[in-house]
């Protein structure tokens, strides 16, 4: 599966694996079959991602949420967790008199 290895992790939409089974008489049939069959995996209606067997790498969330509510940010506290830092939490005591 070529075609899926070129997609990597990166969600795709129905237009862009249309595009890529073209030369089948039916790119819908064929892009069910693969879903039906795991190495594509439908994250919403008419977006897909290629199943971690078939690309070989592990998908990211922050990618999938990107395409599925994007635009969207990964804030810094995601991004520090990310990178194995603890969360910090700061309590701010404030007296009003």
């Known amino acids: 599966m070529e075609?899926?290895?070129?997609?990597?992790?990166?969600?795709a939409g129905y237009a862009v694996l249309?595009?890529?089974f073209s030369d089948y008489?039916?790119?819908?049939?064929?892009i069910a079959n693969l879903e039906q069959a795991g190495k594509i995996i439908r994250l919403k209606r008419g977006m897909y991602v290629v199943s971690?067997?078939?690309?070989?790498?592990?998908?990211?969330?922050?990618l999938i949420?990107?395409?599925?509510?994007?635009?969207?940010y990964v804030s810094?506290?995601?991004?520090r967790n990310l990178q194995g830092y603890e969360s910090i939490e700061i309590h701010y005591n404030i007296n009003c008199k």
């Open 65 to 72: 949420a990107n395409h599925i509510y994007g635009p969207s």
């Open 25 to 30: 008489c039916s790119p819908r049939n064929k």
């Open 52 to 62: 971690p067997k078939i690309s070989k790498q592990v998908l990211s969330v922050e």
């Open 3 to 11: 075609e899926l290895e070129q997609l990597g992790i990166i969600p």
């Open 18 to 20: 249309r595009s890529l």
């Open 76 to 79: 810094m506290e995601s991004d």
